[in-house]
């Protein structure tokens, strides 16, 4: 079985500052990788995601992601943020990109701060 | 328009009570979705339909029922509600099986407080 372990339940930052979430995974086989923003009284929405080919991933909204097979991480990072970027950012794992297997993580709390 | 849409957006009820939730989705997605959002924001799949065949049901109890007439529309209702059910019910669909991946496409969630 697959998890996902968000190293950081809450992530403070100013705004025009960087920013990098970190997520790390388990799995005894090959996942594919997801990353989910949260906006307040919203529901989720695809951020990016790493399914096969270049480790380095662009989504949207200026976030990009780097899947590391040898670490078993897949971090977000941004590098400057803005207000409007305050949200929950959920990582999460599929096994054979289904989402019927997803597994999410607990969650990141990103508050930018003017 | 909204893409996948939730009622009620807050229900607050006694406990022991019967309560339902409506979700209809207008993306032609074939997959439809139930997760639960408890208050330290874990987000845990509760049914799957694919084509309103049920696909998943992941241990939830079976107070539980969700019902899908058609494609578009899943509905979740919950009998003898309990203090435990207080929480988020996010609504989702996808298009289920074939190549390539298909993101979920969430409703704005409905919000479950149990007195």
């Known amino acids: 079985a697959q998890s996902v372990t968000q190293l950081d339940s809450q992530v403070p930052v100013f705004e025009e500052a960087p920013v990098e979430l970190r997520c790390n995974y388990s799995?005894?086989?090959?996942?594919?990788l997801f990353w989910y923003v949260q906006y307040p009284n919203q529901g989720l929405q695809l951020l990016l995601k790493?399914?096969?080919?270049?480790?380095l991933v662009k989504g949207i909204n200026g976030f990009e992601a780097e899947f590391n097979k040898s670490q078993t991480s897949f971090h977000l990072r941004k590098p400057s943020v803005h207000i409007s970027d305050t949200a929950e950012y959920f990582c999460?794992?599929?096994?054979?990109?289904?989402?019927?297997?997803?597994?999410f993580g607990k969650g990141t709390l990103l508050t930018v701060n003017p | 328009d909204t893409a996948v849409s939730q009622t009620p957006k807050y229900l607050v009820t006694q406990m022991g009570n019967d309560k339902s939730i409506k979700c209809e989705q207008n993306?032609?997605?074939?997959?439809m979705y139930w997760y639960k959002q408890d208050s330290k924001k874990f987000l845990k799949i509760m049914f799957s339909?694919?084509?309103?065949?049920?696909?998943i049901n992941e241990t939830v109890p079976n107070r539980f029922s969700p019902k899908s007439p058609d494609k578009a529309h899943l509905n979740l209702h919950i009998n003898s509600l309990e203090l435990g059910d207080s929480a988020v019910y996010f609504c989702?669909?996808?298009?289920?099986?074939?190549?390539?991946?298909?993101?979920?496409?969430f409703g704005n969630g409905t919000r479950l407080t149990v007195t």
């Open positions: 989702a669909s996808s298009q289920g099986i074939g190549t390539g991946y298909s993101p979920l496409h």
């Open positions: 799995s005894s086989v090959s996942v594919y």
């Open positions: 790493y399914l096969s080919g270049s480790t």
């Open positions: 999460a794992v599929s096994l054979g990109g289904s989402n019927y297997k997803l597994t």
């Open positions: 993306l032609g997605h074939d997959t």
């Open positions: 339909y694919n084509n309103k065949e049920l696909i």
